[in-house]
Each structure stands twice: as C-alpha cells, then as structure tokens.
C-alpha cells in the first residue's frame, strides 16, 4: 500500500471547518445531488412540465434545497451553519413527506422526483443525507459552544475565519 | 443501428467499483490521498473520455436518443466527476480524502446505467 498514512497528529485532529474531515465527503455528495437534483428538473420542467408537473416541481425545490445545503456546509460561518440546519431539516422532512406521498398516491407522480420512494431511485442516499448533515451540523453547534464557555477570546476569532485561524494555528 | 460495444461501460463500471473498494479500504485505514488513488483516477477519467468520444461519433453519425437534452447533460458532467473529485479530495489531507474518491468511483459506475436508461444503444 503507498497510499502515505494520515500522520499522527491528523488522526486525532479535529476538522477545521464543516467542509473539512467528513465534511468533506458530505459536501461532495451534497454536491452530486444538488447538481442532478437541478439539472434533471430544469430539463423536465423545460421539455414535458405538463406530463407531471407536481413531480418536477417537487424535484426543483428538491435541487433549490441541496444547493444551499451545499453552498452552506462548504462556507461553514456560524451563518451558514444556522442556514445549514434549516435546509437539512427541510431535506429531511421533504424526503419523508414526498416519499410518503408518492406511495399513497402514485397518480400524482408519473415520473419520479429525487425523494419519491424515500430516495429509492438513489439508493435510499436522499433518505440518510439529511440525518449525516444534521449530526455534522450539531456536533459543530457544540463544539462552537464549547468554545464560547472555555476561551472567549478566541472565539470570534476562530468562528469568523471559519476556522482558519484554527489552521494556521495547527500547521 | 447496431449498438455501441458494451466493454466500454463495462470496464468503466468494474473499474469504478474497484476504484470505490480501494478508496474506501485507504479511509478504513486511516490513509491519505496519495499516488496511486490520482492514477487510478486517471484512468478512469480517459475510459470515460473514450466513451464520451464514442457516443459523440455516434451522435454526429445521425443517432438520436429521445431524451437528448439529459444525454448531452450526462456528456458534459460524466468526465467532470474524476476531475472534480481528484480536487477536492487531495484538499483533504485526512481519511476523508479517498472517501470522496469512492464516491467518483461509485458514481462513475452508476453513470453507465444511467447512460444505457437514456440511450439503450449504450450497452452495458
């Protein structure tokens, strides 16, 4: 194996931001499906909106909600992580709401949406994305926390540079 | 019309599961990105760039699939995953760097399926 190891003092440190450590591979598929998410309801909507429309737009506001949850935990201010909860939250609760809907009434759903199903058509990802995205999220909403009541100073500091100031610090 | 040769997107999808099982065994081992996770992205990035060319040829050649938009989409953003990939993984100097690997790697081989679904002539 020449893949080098993660040097000690990585292992145990802690990410500098949400979109470092697993926040990485949670942007990366926060990205994926903001991208197909949009992509595949721009070319519904723009090519056969009247065939189910209530499925395309469902998808649209599907991809509106995976690119600000993408753009969100990328930037990782204490902002962005209060707009990242809500649009997880939102993640979730659609998934379960659609995918509840698209069981009960299938005739509103001809062509499926991303959350149709609980994210079947994705291997059930849309289902257990919000839920990674939501424990990411509070586990910084404690560390931040945590910061606040050890050393205040550092606080702003730290919180503003999205935590640069962490990294420099580190290297 | 006879279809495209299904080695092609067969190879890409066992090359993209391998590419997904050695990437996930570096973060199971606690590995950083490293030379040989960026070859083996590579080489995938040519096998898709070889496809891609293959099905354009076909496109040019007077085929037409129905969902066209989706196809020329799926054309545009299939040779972007290794390289978007490769990026933001070697940001990452922990674990989670061959994860997003695995992550192309598995997306790479769910493209081929999603390819054939858009334009059966794409064998798998």
Redesign the interface.
Known sequence: ??????PPE??P?R?ESTR??????L???Y??FA?SAS??AG?QI??KFSHAPVAYLLSAFAGVVYILATATLANGSPTARRIAVVSCSVEFAGVLAVGTWSLVDPATFPDATVWSGYGSGYGFVPLVLPVFGLLWLRHWAKRAAAQRTSMPAARDEAETAGGGAVDARQR | MSSVSGALPTTIIVAGLALAGYALLMTALNRRMGLVLLVALGVLEILLLVLVATIVVRLVGGGRPAGLPTLIGYLIATPLVPVVAGFWGALERSRWGPAVIAVAGLVAAVLMVRLHEIWPVIRV
């Open positions: 194996m020449s893949e080098p190891i993660a990585q292992a440190a990410p470092t450590g697993p926040g990485r591979l942007v990366a598929v990205g994926l991208l992509a595949r070319v723009a090519t």
